[in-house]
């Protein structure tokens, strides 16, 4: 993945300089995330970290590389999951594409044990001979809270991120269908 990328919030300081400081959340509450984006042919991805009710984050990463879903634990839980794009359009100037995603219907894959693999146990040095201490994760489950960030990679044409009440049945303003693919 590229080191070029678009985050809000930005990013902190790290922890040890403001360890006194809460981290900046976007709070945001809609539970439909919308990017209206066009392909340019590349491996791209966005991530998206998600607070549950009892403020545990998890991060969602959408990419077109992951072939399979996957769930990585560690500091931060982070779900992988695959992204493909349309096939190309006809009219290439209006080949926009609008991804939609319900945010709420991600927070239960972070407890499936079925999408963490076994050869990435987290284990911590040896506590002695024959010991080993095993990382407990905080993953998020339960109802969902709000958004902590929204981060796009720039191996893509972003048009625009917005968040919505409802879903991709909802019809939107015209000036975001302007250019649009039907």
């Known amino acids: 993945l590229t080191v070029s990328y678009i985050r809000c919030p930005p990013a902190g300081p790290s922890?040890?300089?403001q360890s006194h400081c809460a981290p900046e959340h976007l709070g945001l509450k809609h539970p439909w995330m919308h990017l209206q984006v066009r392909n340019l042919h590349r491996e791209w991805a966005f991530e998206v970290g998600l607070v549950d009710q009892s403020g545990r984050e998890g991060i969602v990463r959408c990419a077109t590389f992951q072939k399979e879903p996957r769930l990585k634990l560690g500091r931060s839980p982070m779900l992988l999951l695959?992204?493909?794009f349309p096939p190309p359009s006809s009219r290439p100037l209006t080949s926009w594409c609008t991804i939609a995603i319900h945010l709420p219907s991600l927070l239960p894959?972070?407890?499936s044990a079925a999408l963490?693999?076994?050869?990435e146990e987290e284990v911590s040095s040896p506590a002695g001979?024959?010991?080993?201490q095993y990382r407990t994760t905080q993953v998020?489950?339960?109802t969902y809270s709000h958004v902590s960030y929204v981060k796009v990679y720039a191996t893509c044409r972003l048009r625009r991120v917005w968040f919505s009440e409802g879903g991709p049945q909802q019809?939107?303003?015209w000036e975001f269908q302007l250019y649009a693919a039907e």
């Open 109 to 111: 894959h972070f407890s």
């Open 82 to 84: 695959p992204l493909s």
């Open 15 to 17: 922890s040890a300089t």
């Open 129 to 132: 001979p024959g010991q080993y």
């Open 171 to 173: 019809r939107l303003p």
């Open 140 to 142: 998020p489950s339960g």
């Open 116 to 119: 963490t693999r076994n050869d």
